[in-house]
């Protein structure tokens, strides 16, 4: 059994491990606030964006971002984070985006792989494998910003447009709740538009054309898109790491309990041990 001190220490030092993680999972809740704000400041954008499109879209109506070819060469955009302490978060990342390039690379057809990676976290472990890496974004992961974000959409689709790369697919946590954060596996180019049969659903007047308005509101929709999965993996990264501090916290607490019953048993014994001593010197003496 250990001693006094070593019990003591052990609980000192398990108290000290508490309040940090109870610090850090007080600091994630703030800043998963501000990224819930953010999204939802963002989503009647979206929706007023997709009403639009939805209205402009016409059975005959073409664009040269929704036009589907052989996959020859795929970019692949995996979002993790730039800190660790949040559960499985980009382990699972990791895991999906060497599961989308095995399975790529076991095609029957020749594909070129071009990876992507925001957050520094999944770039140092995909830098470890033999996948090379064509561009990080590290700081972004923790400061999602729109304008680098939608740079990096512009050039995405200049390269779709000049047949660089046949598909852009998204690796992401979509955020649902602070308890639920669902990995997503999501083409971004081409851009899959939900035809109708004919016509449109509203009595819109279009000007100068739906053609027109169409052909700015797509680049507009895959930036946005983008951006959605940016914002959905930051919200995520801090849901997970609230989870994962508030479960060290409990954990804590639990042990640091069972240490206290443990102390306090070998007080006791040492106790009733000093008594007995002092007891049975006594009846000798006698």
Do not use: W
């Not at 850090?24 to 964006?49: D, F, Q, T």
């Amino acid at each position: 059994m250990a001693s006094f001190k070593e019990i003591r220490k052990r609980i000192n030092s398990i108290k000290s491990t508490r309040k940090t993680t109870s610090a850090m999972k007080m600091v994630s809740s703030a800043k998963l606030h501000k990224a819930e704000n953010m999204i939802a400041n963002m989503r009647p954008y979206a929706e007023a964006l997709h009403r639009v499109m939805e209205a402009s879209l016409t059975a005959d109506y073409s664009d040269a971002l929704s036009s589907e070819r052989p996959a020859g060469k795929v970019a692949i955009v995996a979002f993790a984070s730039d800190s660790s302490l949040c559960g499985a978060f980009n382990s699972n990342v990791l895991r999906e985006l060497l599961r989308v390039v095995e399975g790529y690379r076991r095609s029957p057809e020749s594909v070129k792989i071009l990876v992507y990676t925001v957050g520094r976290k999944v770039y140092d472990a995909i830098r470890k494998t033999d996948i090379a890496v064509t561009g990080n974004f590290e700081d972004l992961a923790g400061k999602p910003g729109y304008d680098v974000i939608a740079d990096f959409a512009e050039s995405l689709i200049r390269q779709f447009e000049n047949r660089e790369i046949d598909r852009v697919e998204l690796i992401y946590h979509h955020f649902k709740s602070a308890g639920s954060q669902v990995l997503l596996r999501e083409q971004l180019l081409p851009v899959a538009l939900h035809k109708t049969d004919g016509g449109n659903s509203t009595d819109y007047i279009f000007e100068p054309s739906y053609e027109g308005l169409l052909n700015a509101l797509i680049p507009k929709s895959v930036k946005l898109q983008l951006y959605t999965a940016l914002l959905d993996s930051n919200a995520s990264e801090h849901a997970a790491r609230m989870i994962a501090m508030q479960t060290a916290t409990d954990n804590a607490d639990d042990l640091v309990g069972e240490l206290t019953v443990e102390y306090n048993k070998s007080r006791q014994q040492a106790i009733t041990n000093e008594l007995l001593d002092i007891a049975g010197g006594h009846a000798g003496n006698l």
